[in-house]
C-alpha cells in the first residue's frame, strides 16, 4: 500500500510589498486591492495546520518578508515545529543584527535573489541600486554560519552573458 | 575513498529529523529532502563528526549482527561516498 499523499512544502508569501521591481516578477503590484495581511496569530495557526498535514519544511518568501515586523515570530514557531525553515529574501531591509536573530531563533537556511552577475545589469532588472547591498547580504550569511543559496532567474538577458 | 579513520558529519545545510508522519526520519535541506530507509537512518545518525567510520561499522555491527563486517564496511561506504557526492555529507580530509 502506498503512503498516503501529503504536502511536503509551505510557501508562505507573507507580503507582497518589494522594495525590488523586477521586470518580470508576477508579485501583484497594486498593493491597495491586497491589503490584508494575514495577520501573526493566522500565520501561526496556518504553520500548525501544515505540519499536521505533513510539511516538514516552510519557505518564507513574498514579496519582502524581512518587512514583515513578525518574522522571527514565525521563524520561532516554524521552528517549534521542527520545520526546516528557509528565507528567501531581496537581501535590501536586511540588517546583520536581524539576521543574527534568526540564526539564534533557528532559522535554517537563507535564499538570497541576485538579479544577474554583472552589478549594473542586476540593478537594472531590480529596478534599483541594490547589488552591492545583496553582495553585502550574502557575506554576512555565510559568516554566521548559514548556507547560502543564490536565487537567479534564467532569461534571455542573463544567458546571453553567463558569470565568469 | 573515504578512509576508515575519517569523521563524517553532516553538512551544514542539512538536517536530520524524525518525521511522524510516515514513522521513520527524514533528511532536510534547501527545497528538497530525502525520507530515510531505517537502515540509512541508523547510518547518518551516527554521523555526528565525532565517531570515525569504522567506529560507525562497529556500531551497526551490534544493530545488523546478521551482515558481515566487510560488508557491512562496504555498504556503508557506499552510501556515505552517495551522500558526500550529493553535499549532504562532509568528511574532513
Redesign the interface.
Known sequence: MS?AP?P??LVAELTYACPLHCVYCSNPIDFARHRDLLDTATWRRVLRQAERL?V??V?FTGGEPLLRPDLEALVEEARAL?L?T?LITSGLPLERARLERLRRLGL??V?VSIQDARPAESDRIAGREAFQRKLEVARWVKEL???L?VNTCSTARTWTAPAR | MIPAAARPSL???A?L?F?R??GGY?L????R?LALNPTAASILRLCNGELSVEAIVERLQGEYSERPAPEMRQDVLEFLEEMVRRGLLQVPA
Open positions: 503512503p501529503r511536503y512544502t505533513g516538514v519544511q519557505n521542527d526546516y528557509n535554517d537556511n535564499q554560519g548559514f548556507p543559496t | 553538512a551544514a545545510k538536517r529529523r518525521d508522519a510516515s527524514m532536510l535541506y534547501p527545497e529532502g
